[in-house]
């Protein structure tokens, strides 16, 4: 399935961040629910904090996915290095059907791939952006608002007031990254809110497999239910 039928259907979307790019983590994500899987190249994880390869290395890995799993599959393809155009097409060709990135570091010929576009709001962002990113021909809104300082602590008022004044201005498709330790009690709250679905990773899911997969579990089955 690519993240375009997703979007397409009417039910709330899990995507499950995996910790490290693999298809064991892979497998364990879409056993225990998930929607979509994401992976990283190009890039140090904030909160892991642990170095994420090139293409070039995990290129073997999604092509597994794809012929073992053929789930849903998208990509952070980097930060401040980024990945080719080259490799953009070619990560398309192996299957992976949307990437996600930050707007501070998404260059232009980005925007020109045919994968589904997620692009990612950081805590620098300001609202007069919102608008613009249908422009960009984006398909999804990360809504990655929380300043680093503040990640894992508890969800609050102020946050669900910022996120609510994003999902307001835009009819795209906004999702919330598991900047805080968002608890399974207050995942209804934020689904009412208007967000389109909830992309979890370490922050509430842990890195090692055990507490990955029942995570990913608990997630699913109150989003789903």
Request: net charge negative.
């Amino acid at each position: 399935m690519k993240f375009s039928d997703l979007l397409n259907s009417k039910e709330s979307i899990l995507v499950a961040s995996l910790p490290e790019n693999s298809v064991e983590y892979a497998k364990a994500a879409i056993e225990n629910g998930a929607d979509a899987i994401k992976l990283h190249v190009n890039l140090k994880h904030r909160v892991t904090g642990k170095v994420h390869e090139t293409w070039t290395k995990v290129r073997e890995v999604a092509r597994a996915i794809k012929s073992e799993l053929d789930c849903c599959t998208g990509i952070v393809p980097g930060a401040e290095t980024m990945a080719g155009s080259g490799e953009i097409e070619d990560m398309e060709a192996c299957g992976l059907s949307f990437f996600d990135v930050y707007i501070d570091y998404c260059p232009v010929y980005l925007l020109k791939s045919s994968m589904s576009k997620m692009l990612a709001l950081n805590y620098t962002y300001t609202p007069s952006m919102v608008k613009g990113l249908a422009k960009l021909n984006a398909d999804a809104i990360e809504i990655s608002i929380i300043d680093p300082s503040d990640y894992g602590s508890s969800l609050r008022a102020m946050d669900l007031l910022r996120y609510s004044e994003i999902i307001e201005q835009t009819d795209l498709p906004c999702f919330l990254p598991t900047q805080k330790k968002i608890s399974n009690s207050e995942i209804k709250t934020l689904v009412d809110l208007g967000f389109r679905g909830l992309i979890i990773g370490p922050i509430v899911t842990g890195s090692d497999l055990i507490s990955f997969s029942k995570a990913v579990r608990s997630f699913s089955e109150v989003l789903k239910s």
